[in-house]
């Protein structure tokens, strides 16, 4: 069975799942940027082999979701995937069902913030862009196959839609369903991950030790992903469409505040569009 990490990008779901690799899989409790997939995501090319023939379209994807996932669930285990995707129903093709899986962790964050990262990681012309991007109802991420593509197994048509639809139709998923708030994290990491460990203990039947927890916040602190990214690298980060060299993925983090980079207009753009959200979540 499945349980979600489930996000709009640039929304913390590498942070959590960084933490739950240190803390289930590796033996120290250390982060290691370079063995997340262990944790894997969903979805990629390979989960589809001998499943579609053009895996490039997305009525044919999306009738293949749930039997992508059920091959997925063979060996009886449960497993942790991250997603971009949105919970979404595509001609009567749902992405996930609660047959498939057994619970959704749903990460999301103040979209006055999401909007610079995006910026960023995108490679966005100007704020303008990076607005649309959020604002987009018809938002996907993924390209057609190219064989000279590193990532091409990775990019796979996803949608994700706007900022709004994405967390209004994850918030719907009712088993096991837990929301992190990643300005809850910034605030107070040991928090949050204590209660995304008391989350887990209950699904794995695993008792976690308050001395690996402790090691696993630590090693997973801001400061030290981006420590880490820097001396070894990090597979996930992105070519720079303008240089041709990789950007940090961990990138501003906690400097990364509205309050300081976005105009009055923008900020009350982003408010108007997502009011009832952003009040439903305390972020207004």
Not at 222 to 232: A, D, I
């Amino acid at each position: 069975m499945i349980i979600w990490l489930a996000s709009y990008p640039k929304s913390g779901n590498t942070w959590v799942r960084s933490f739950l690799n240190s803390l289930l899989f590796n033996k120290d409790n250390s982060a290691d940027l370079n063995e997340l997939s262990k944790i894997d995501q969903y979805p990629k090319r390979s989960h589809f082999k001998n499943l579609v023939i053009e895996i490039d379209n997305l009525e044919e994807l999306s009738l293949n979701w749930i039997k992508s996932q059920k091959i997925i669930n063979q060996d009886n285990q449960i497993k942790l995937l991250k997603t971009h995707h949105a919970l979404c129903n595509y001609k009567n093709s749902f992405f996930t069902n609660g047959e498939v899986s057994l619970g959704a962790v749903h990460i999301v964050r103040d979209p006055r913030n999401v909007i610079s990262s995006v910026l960023y990681h995108f490679s966005k012309k100007n704020y303008e862009e990076a607005k649309q991007f959020l604002f987009d109802e018809n938002k996907a991420l993924g390209k057609k196959f190219d064989l000279n593509d590193p990532n091409a197994n990775r990019n796979i048509f996803t949608v994700i839609s706007s900022w709004k639809n994405h967390y209004n139709s994850w918030k719907q998923f009712k088993k096991n369903y837990l929301l992190i708030r990643y300005e809850d994290l910034l605030a107070n990491p040991y928090r949050e991950f204590i209660k995304l460990s008391e989350y887990l203990s209950k699904l794995l039947s695993i008792k976690f030790e308050n001395e690996k927890i402790d090691t696993a916040v630590k090693s997973n602190s801001f400061e030290n992903l981006q420590r880490l990214e820097r001396e070894n690298g990090f597979s996930e980060s992105i070519i720079d469409k303008k240089t041709g060299l990789k950007k940090r993925f961990f990138n501003l983090g906690p400097e990364n505040d509205w309050t300081k980079l976005l105009n009055n207009e923008l900020r009350e753009n982003i408010e108007k569009e997502f009011e009832i959200e952003m009040r439903e979540l305390k972020y207004i």
